[in-house]
């Protein structure tokens, strides 16, 4: 009888992506996925490293399993993703509870691992980066996804040593997977009624595999009939080439929605951070997409309370948030990332800092409220993904990624459907199917 896997995933959408290559990897070797921990015979923890306090949310967590499980037999525990290729071995050593650590460019190892480890009774560790083997491995596994959404992951890593953040260290340099190899990938989520691809790389914009780039995969994936929506995430200012901004001119399913992290609007910060760009740079790029195209809108990650940040530098944060009207961003305080440069400098004030967090959060949410106010009594564009949690009513998302609630029909899963706004909160959209327009079938 097949053994049960269960996946608690954290943080960013490529340890998404990851776990689900997980779930399609150990099915070969006889572990099917369950949604219910507590029958796992398995349970593996995908864990993410870019916050605050990320390593001991782990040893939290794998006190919960142990209560879990005090009076049933103990799984095989395997702590997996960034924490786990940061601390390695140290986990083995703190927390004899954890069987298996694996990084996130060892996944390709995972099943002779567990099966190793089964045989022997060994605790193993496997960080070592390479990237190549791995996505050589993972292109021999059917990807199983069959979501209306679904992630791809078309590069992996970063060389831009940012001195905040711990990436580098913990996915490891660049990589840019080759390009039929994605494609190949497109054409299996699509046969499996997958509508909308969102390419996925921790600097997703310095995709470059031979004379290919990102805009030739966007092109190309295109070119799949089924295939509706096309978005990508997370660019680097520094990436965004000619080429790329050329392609919102040209192709047709590529969404208008830019995510585009800036981090801070002050040139001194941004220098202090090694981010490689200016607000400058940064504006010729926004403004050569919207000549390009008047609907693109821009979402944004903002750092607040970096070191040496003082008020000049944080109003002018404000001020490019108030000339841009970002949608959709991301904002958080400035959090210490052990064996990174920022690590080392001192940190401001924490209450200045929440001061500041709470203003930039007040502006982005009053440029979301103004986005969702002008749709009031619109019709809009949405991709149904799915139904709501209590199976009443759909839930899909805007060209803008903003997020869509109306009745409707199960048979509409997967259709882009023209629905009427008749009310909205800060998140959130709620409307009607407009019934005199044409329904777009996916």
Wanted: hydrophobic content about 35%; overall charge positive.
């Amino acid at each position: 009888m097949n053994q049960k896997i269960f996946i608690k995933t954290f943080g960013c959408q490529m340890n998404e992506y990851d776990s689900n290559r997980i779930y399609d990897s150990v099915k070969k070797i006889g572990y099917d996925k369950t949604e219910k921990y507590e029958e796992a015979n398995c349970y593996l923890l995908n864990t993410c490293h870019i916050r605050d306090k990320a390593k001991e949310k782990v040893y939290h967590e794998i006190g919960r399993v142990k209560k879990i499980f005090r009076q049933r037999k103990k799984p095989l525990v395997i702590v997996a993703g960034c924490v786990a290729q940061a601390e390695n071995n140290e986990m083995l050593k703190r927390e004899p509870y954890i069987d298996l650590v694996i990084g996130p460019q060892s996944y390709h190892k995972i099943n002779d691992t567990i099966l190793d480890y089964n045989k022997k009774r060994k605790k193993i560790e496997e960080t070592e980066f390479d990237a190549i083997s791995k996505f050589n491995y993972l292109k021999r596994i059917k990807n199983q996804a069959n979501g209306t959404s679904s992630f791809l992951t078309i590069q992996e890593g970063c060389d831009k040593f940012c001195h905040f953040c711990v990436v580098p260290y913990t996915r490891g340099p660049e990589y840019s997977r080759p390009f039929t190899q994605i494609i190949d990938e497109a054409k299996q989520l699509i046969d499996n009624g997958v509508k909308e691809l969102i390419l996925l790389g921790q600097n997703v914009n310095a995709y470059h595999y031979e004379n290919y780039k990102l805009s030739d995969l966007i092109f190309e994936i295109e070119k799949f009939t089924e295939l509706k929506r096309i978005r990508y995430t997370t660019s680097h200012p520094k990436d965004m080439t000619d080429d790329l901004i050329d392609v919102y001119k040209n192709s047709k399913k590529l969404m208008p929605l830019v995510h585009l992290p800036v981090q801070s609007g002050s040139d001194k910060i941004l220098k202090l951070m090694n981010r490689k760009h200016t607000i400058n740079e940064y504006l010729k790029v926004f403004e050569k997409l919207k000549e390009i195209n008047s609907r693109i809108e821009f979402s944004s990650d903002f750092i607040i309370g970096y070191p040496e940040e003082d008020h000049n530098d944080f109003e002018q944060t404000l001020n490019l948030i108030k000339k841009i009207k970002f949608i959709n961003s991301f904002s958080f305080i400035f959090s210490p990332r052990p064996g990174t440069i920022a690590a080392d400098q001192k940190s401001i004030d924490k209450e200045i800092s929440l001061m500041r967090l709470e203003k930039i959060q007040n502006e982005l949410y009053q440029n979301q409220m103004s986005m969702n106010k002008l749709l009031l009594n619109n019709d809009v564009d949405v991709l149904v993904e799915n139904l709501t949690d209590d199976k009443t009513k759909l839930f899909g998302r805007t060209e803008h990624m903003t997020p869509v609630i109306f009745e409707g029909k199960k048979e509409n899963i997967g259709k882009i459907i023209s629905v009427k706004i008749t009310h909205t909160n800060r998140s959130t959209l709620f409307g009607d199917i407009n019934v005199n327009s044409n329904q777009k079938v996916a």
